[in-house]
């Protein structure tokens, strides 16, 4: 379609759009616009039903900029979503948030605003359009999910400004990749309106982020969708695929019908209840690792050891080894026994708790093996805590026996292996004369 035909269609679509307004503010007992005088705003007219086409109900809703079509629902708290009720995400306490992603102490899950979008575009930039943005939040009893769809792009300034309002009362947000394209596209959009972003700086959970630390292991993909099948165990039945959402909405605004989008607003629906569920389950692993998940069943080894590193990434050592210990009883298969015992080993040498590292590094040389690493950690150990430097050389020459295997076997990065030990040995060998002198 070339530049005329565009601007003839938006033209029409606003026309269309202008009269659809004076039909509503004449049904709501305001008089008509005298035809060729300047469009009159309605103070603050309550919202108006208004139909897209089957499936697509809402509310045409005004604000200072024009009208903005919204859709609702609202579900229980104990509405289910897989295993977990949505009120769920309410129930854990507040220490649990600072661990499952990086925000602040302060952040609450009833002051949050869960967000998707769907979007013209998957580049980002300033010619994409978000289309249709969903807010999820927490309102009394109830959960509540509110879409905003893009009529026509000449409502954008009215749908910002009604989404603005619905924000006012957050502080927090949630989303699934949202500090990556979500936000800064929502926030892009308010930039180009000439309008200050609502909650910028706002604490933002992700859950991208710690999905992808905890699964990304074991499981094919790490998508919203993947996590739905593979953790919360529901499947969507005919959603329409990602990639397809921006055509489907180039030809609703070409032909006017807004049918084919049904499904879109139901993805983005869904996505956000996902969200909600989502956010509640990986919050009852980080508040009992080794309980009984939502589901009735216990975490899988490999489970708690991403978890054990999600725990040491934050600095809570305790709570990591907790993870590994009993990764370790449960069994793992996406991983293998030499980078648990190695996470385990680190965590308790972190912890000072010698001992039980020392434990494990000489299980590990006892198992046999290539593995450089036990000799070398034990021989540090010896050389600078117990000062033990003739042990800690006989261990040294038994790495450089492993080395010499690996050589040969043409191990990747060997040479540098080699000279590394070498060092250490000629070093250590300098030490013992110096303590025998």
Not at 85 to 93: D, M, S, V
Request: one cysteine or more; charged letters at 25%; proline letters at 7%.
């Amino acid at each position: 379609m070339d530049l005329r035909e565009r601007l003839r269609l938006l033209k029409a679509a606003g026309a269309a759009r202008a009269a659809e307004e004076r039909a509503v503010a004449r049904t709501a007992g305001e008089p008509a616009a005298v035809s060729g005088a300047p469009a009159v705003q309605p103070p603050a007219p309550a919202a108006q039903p208004l139909s897209l086409c089957d499936g697509m109900e809402g509310l045409l809703v005004a604000t200072e900029a024009g009208y903005a079509f919204r859709l609702e629902r609202r579900y229980p708290l104990d509405y289910l979503r897989g295993p977990l009720p949505l009120g769920w995400t309410l129930r854990l306490p507040a220490s649990v948030w600072p661990l499952v992603g990086r925000v602040p102490p302060v952040f609450d899950p009833r002051k949050a605003v869960f967000v998707d979008t769907e979007t013209t575009g998957l580049a980002g930039g300033t010619g994409t359009y978000a289309f249709l943005v969903g807010l999820g939040f927490y309102r009394g009893d109830e959960f509540v999910v509110r879409q905003y769809f893009l009529r026509d792009y000449p409502e954008e300034d009215a749908m910002l400004s009604a989404i603005a309002a619905d924000l006012a009362p957050f502080t927090c947000l949630v989303s699934f990749n949202g500090k990556s394209f979500d936000w800064p596209l929502l926030e892009t959009r308010f930039r180009m309106a000439r309008r200050r972003p609502p909650l910028s700086g706002a604490p933002h959970l992700d859950l991208l982020h710690p999905a992808r630390r905890i699964w990304s292991a074991r499981l094919q993909g790490c998508s919203l969708q993947d996590l739905e099948r593979s953790i919360l165990g529901v499947v969507r039945q005919g959603d329409v695929p990602g990639a397809r959402i921006p055509a489907l909405y180039f030809d609703y605004l070409r032909s006017g019908d807004a049918s084919p989008l049904v499904q879109v607003v139901e993805h983005n629906r869904l996505d956000i209840l996902s969200l909600a569920a989502l956010a509640g389950w990986m919050g009852q692993m980080v508040a009992d690792p080794l309980g009984i998940t939502p589901d009735g069943e216990l975490l899988c080894g490999d489970d708690l050891y991403q978890l054990g590193r999600l725990f040491e990434a934050r600095g809570r050592l305790a709570e990591a080894l907790t993870c590994y210990e009993g990764a370790r009883q449960r069994g793992i298969a996406a991983v293998t026994e030499t980078a648990l015992l190695r996470r385990l080993s680190f965590a308790y040498k972190r912890a000072r708790a010698h001992p039980q590292a020392v434990a494990i590094w000489e299980q590990m040389i006892a198992g046999g093996g290539l593995s450089l690493f036990p000799y070398i950690e034990l021989a540090k150990y010896h050389e600078h805590v117990t000062r033990r430097y003739d042990l800690a050389e006989s261990l040294t020459v038994r790495a450089l026996a492993v080395v010499e295997q690996r050589r040969s076997l043409g191990g990747p990065g060997a040479l540098r292996e080699y000279q590394e030990v070498q060092h250490r040995l000629l070093r250590l060998r300098r030490k013992r004369g110096n303590q025998s002198s």
